[in-house]
């Protein structure tokens, strides 16, 4: 007979008792309705008391006229492969109708009993593969989702011995895990380096007895079932432990047994492996149950009989199963230096704010520094053009040939000066020698400021430029620029050195002036500026934004010198 549930609604059931009989001869348990409502009730209880691991479907015996009253609530209640849906008519309804996920008609009258069975006997068979591997992916998908989302080692470990459970309908579950002998610290077994390692006992779980273990540890030989799993880095199965072969170099320790009454009889044990092979600890699952919902009397000696094998299946389950585990293993191990880390990313990400915001300011501060430099510069100079212009003029009006020459040369040496100061600014705006590295670049910005202001100016080069990124050279030239422009300004120096040193580790430029020098301390906190010019904030910004550091020297009547470093 069949093991499966069988509901049937007929509006008749004296019109259909030797279809009904047909059923009970074949099908273990039966539930008879006359009425749509009584049907879907119990129906609906039956539903309510059906264990989550039941992968039997359920059979449906139902009169082709009531077919349509019961869709909806099928539709909404089940899921299609979770019912065997059969209607059922005799010779006087001619006409049957259309419906969805039906998997037969069936003339009470003219029907075929022994071909129903087999045609009900193949299709269960599917079903129960197909709900079997649905309660396999969903179990594999709510790990999934917890091993995302948990980070208590022995929280995750007790969920993996609680699925390992119910995938594989055994009866318990342990995990020991690979521990270094010196430091008792969780480590793993790489190639056959075990011999300073342990098996430690970390958590067990049984459907059928209560029972606490104390924490243990094993060394890892070949003896014990678990340590030849470990070794051998393959899985083991065992059909009965009180049978192993008499060759095996394994024995089951049969301690536990005599302690408790428990009686290990179907054993599969599997190593946890990483995507490295490197196995981490064991998982041993013990009695494999006919019913997994089912409690083993281990005192009565017939429940014996409900242990079965482990199979291949179940061994490719937990194998996986047993890879997910490795995993939570480390990422456990690396799960306080990933908390240090997000520590660090979030203080990083505030200061990053901070930055950004600076950024903006330093931005306003260069349009400002722009304008300045065009209105005191260029600006101005159009300005006196325009006057020397307007006094030629007049005197070539009057006739003043002479002093009108004059003006038109004084005019010629503010056009020629003026252009220079207008190329001068351009190309702070955007040099073009940018493209060829920071060397030249500086070569070409320190020629202009001699050219332009008579500076007598010293460049010093070591090291090889042409792997540092744009963005440092970039950073680096605005820097220097500044702080030239601010010794032109207000330094009143004669002399300027700049020593430019590139190491592989990261760049240092020193910038030396023999000026007016100032006091670091009364200026800093008075106008946070070096000569009053450039400020000593937006420089320190700069430079933290590469993650570099500067130093300022600097005393009234000797100069001063300006150290950065930044980081390659």
């Known amino acids: 007979m069949l093991s499966e549930s069988v509901f049937y609604l007929g509006s008749s059931i004296s019109t259909y008792d030797g279809f009904i009989d047909f059923l009970k001869n074949t099908f273990d348990q039966i539930n008879c309705s006359a009425d749509c409502d009584d049907f879907i009730q119990t129906l609906e209880s039956f539903l309510s008391d059906i264990h989550a691991v039941d992968t039997n479907p359920i059979i449906l015996f139902v009169e082709s006229p009531f077919l349509s009253s019961i869709s909806t609530f099928l539709s909404s209640r089940l899921e299609a492969s979770n019912y065997i849906l059969v209607g059922f008519y005799n010779e006087e309804q001619s006409y049957i109708g ?208 409900s242990i079965i094998p482990y199979t291949y299946s179940d061994e490719l389950i937990m194998s996986s199963l047993a890879g997910q585990a490795a995993v939570v293993l480390e990422n456990n191990l690396l799960y306080n230096n990933m908390q240090f880390l997000l520590e660090n990313l979030k203080k990083q990400n505030t200061q990053l704010e901070i930055l950004s915001k600076r950024i903006l300011k330093a931005h306003e501060e260069e349009r400002k520094r722009i304008a300045r430099e065009i209105h005191d510069g ?124 590139i190491y592989e580790t990261g760049i240092s430029i020193q910038i030396t002036d023999d000026g007016i020098g100032f006091d670091v301390k009364t200026q800093s906190k008075k106008h946070q500026t070096i000569h009053g010019g450039f400020g000593l904030s937006g420089l320190k910004e700069r430079v933290e934004l590469l993650k570099g550091r500067f130093d300022l020297q600097s005393t009234p009547g000797k100069g001063t010198d300006l150290i950065i470093y930044v980081p390659l």
């Open 98 to 305: 259309n419906f969805g996920n039906i998997f037969d008609f069936v003339n009470t009258v003219s029907f075929n009993p022994q071909f129903l069975i087999n045609k009900l006997t193949n299709e269960i068979n599917n079903r129960r593969k197909i709900l079997s591997l649905k309660y396999e992916l969903s179990e594999f998908y709510e790990i999934g989702k917890s091993l995302s989302s948990q980070k208590e080692t022995i929280k995750l470990l007790e969920m993996i011995t609680t699925s390992s459970i119910r995938l594989t309908s055994s009866d318990a579950a342990t995990i020991y895990l690979v521990i270094d002998k010196n430091s008792y610290s969780w480590t793993s077994i790489k190639g056959n380096n075990y011999e300073d390692k342990l098996l430690k006992f970390i958590i067990t779980k049984n459907t059928s007895i209560d029972i606490d273990l104390d924490a243990h540890t094993s060394t890892i030989t070949k003896d014990s079932i678990f340590g030849y799993s470990v070794i051998t880095s393959e899985p083991l199965r065992i059909d009965d432990a009180y049978k192993i072969d008499a060759n095996a170099e394994y024995r089951h320790n049969n301690y536990f047994d005599l302690r408790t009454g428990y009686v290990t009889k179907s054993i599969l044990t599997i190593p946890m492996k990483d995507h490295e092979n490197n196995i981490l600890g064991v998982i041993q699952l013990i009695n494999k149950k006919k019913n997994a919902s089912e409690k083993i009397d281990y005192k009565n000696p017939s429940s014996l009989d």
């Open 378 to 501: 260029p600006a101005q100079a159009v300005v006196n053009l325009s006057l020397k212009l307007e006094l030629a003029r007049k005197y070539f009006q009057n006739s003043m040939t002479d002093k009108g020459f004059q003006e038109l040369d004084a005019l010629n040496t503010s056009v020629k000066s003026t252009s220079k100061e207008i190329r001068a600014i351009l190309y702070d705006l955007k040099p073009s020698y940018l493209d060829d590295g920071l060397i030249k670049a500086l070569e070409n910005r320190l020629q202009i400021l001699e050219e332009s202001t008579g500076l007598k100016v010293n460049f010093f080069v070591s090291g090889d430029d042409s792997t540092i990124e744009h963005y440092i050279v970039y950073a680096l030239y605005r820097m220097v620029q500044e702080t030239l422009t601010n010794i032109q300004k207000h330094a009143q120096a004669n002399n300027v050195t700049v020593d430019l040193r």
